[in-house]
């Protein structure tokens, strides 16, 4: 059976997703056998495997350690909707919407039972399992119902490796603090840990490890420096308030009056925004998340980004004027999956979706389509011809990419087609289901050149970036500064 190191943290979003694809790609590298885990995810951000959908953190684990994404790589996903709701995921298929406390009553056996069964698959296909936690290991209101920390550290036999991000400030008082609030037998469990986000000098750090050591006989065998791999982001935690404006990029330097500014509405039930990570890293985009009643005038291009709950958060657009702002908006603009649904005149069924019990909803009506909301959910990896239209005129070639939605759209007149089957297009509107779309450098590139010409700016000159590879980036913040022999894991 492999041997699961648990990556367990002191809080959200101290780097546990980071630390864990690198421990997969360092671990591959090196020809062993790897597999990511996390028994329970919370996000929006999901991706397709042929099984069913899993965290987006979980697919890019799998990817590092060099294995095709499944859903035994996240058995059991929360996917949160609004009002104390989430729809819950059990290997990949959407089972049912729920409340926190219908979901611990009722399927709580069911939950474990299934991330249980999924670890033991894994164990049985690899030598190492690197599995993800949670949130904080030390929530003592939730021990004993914390699926992703207690119970895999439990029922995998897991060595922990705690996690604690210094730039929050108290790294000392959160390591011991943890330790102190964690299960007497997962304590035991706990054989090292990493500081992570470090500025500065090193050997600052030295006092504090020695005593942090000292008091707690567990050993830190890393501290990572301050470095973003460029990793897609697992939750929301990385985005501004609704509320808030928060610019993403720096446009690699490109001086503000060369940059355009591609504006995305920070709905309240956003999802999948990583789809947005790709135009941040593009020289002279700055990616600017803006509140739904924020004006457009400094917008160079629109992107509605997917949604878990697209009626409400089209109620939330239209509630603040924004759809009579975009119409007036001539620059491109392209809907992504649930932004594609609301850029269309209408949803009808709409009250499948769980938002009352209204049967059509009106939409921001910049493309001749109606979507028709069902039951049935689609989850696939796709491959598609990308014909050139609208915002991403001059592009071509097969794209890739994956759809998660609900209902299905239909034309309510001619209009250009961006992929045969999928989407619609006009001049500077774009509508697809494709997630992923601006991963693709065909797709990209298009939509970044159209955004410059329309904005009367010249494209940036391209630049070459070092160390483009997330996956080698992360592995190599593992590889030069965490020792991983108290783990005893095979490095051949």
Known sequence: MAHTLLVAGTASHVGKSTVAAGLCRYLADRAVSVAPFKAQNMSNNARATPGGEVGVSQYVQARAAGVAP????????????????????????????????????????????????????????????????????????????????????????????LVADIERGGVFASLVGTLELVPEDIRDQVAGAVITKFRGDRSLLDPGIDEFEDRTGVPVVGVIPY?????????????????????????????????????????????????????????????????????????????????????????????????????????????????????????????????????????????????????????????RELNGVGPLSGAGGTVEGYEIHMGDSTLTDTVARPFDGDGAATDSVLGTYLHDLFVNDTARDAFVRNTFESAGIALPEATERADSDPYERAAGLIRDHVDLGPFGLPDR
């Not at 941040?280 to 980004?305: F, T």
């Open 70 to 161: 499944s859903t035994d790589h996240n058995p059991v996903l929360l996917k949160p909707r609004g009002d104390g709701e989430s729809q819950l995921v059990l290997d990949g298929e959407a089972v049912g919407h729920f409340e926190a406390r219908g979901y611990y009553d009722d399927h709580w056996d069911d939950a474990l039972e299934t991330a249980r069964a999924a670890h033991d698959r894994l164990a049985r296909a690899h030598d190492v399992i690197v599995a993800e936690g949670a949130g904080s290991i030390a929530e003592i209101n939730l021990h004993d119902r914390d699926l992703a920390n207690v119970e895999t550290a439990r029922f995998a036999d897991a060595d922990v490796l």
């Open 227 to 383: 470095d973003d791999p460029g990793l897609p982001e697992e939750d929301s935690v990385a985005l501004p308030p609704v509320g808030e404006r928060a610019v993403v990029g720096d446009g690699d330097g490109v001086a503000d009056d060369e940059s355009v500014t591609v504006a995305v509405p920070r709905l309240p039930r956003i999802s999948n925004f990583t789809d947005l990570q790709p135009l941040a890293r593009e020289p002279g985009v700055r990616v600017a998340y803006v509140p739904p009643g924020a004006a457009l005038d400094d917008a160079d291009a629109v992107v509605l980004p997917g949604s878990k709950n697209t009626v409400d958060d089209l109620r939330a657009l239209t509630d603040t004027g924004f759809g009579d702002r975009l119409r007036a908006f001539d620059g491109p603009v392209v809907g992504l999956c649930g932004g594609y649904q609301m850029l269309g005149e209408a949803i009808t069924n709409a009250a499948v979706e769980g938002t009352g019990d209204a049967d059509r909803v009106e939409g921001l009506g910049l493309l001749p389509v109606t979507t028709a909301f069902s039951e049935s959910k689609t989850v696939e990896h796709v491959r």
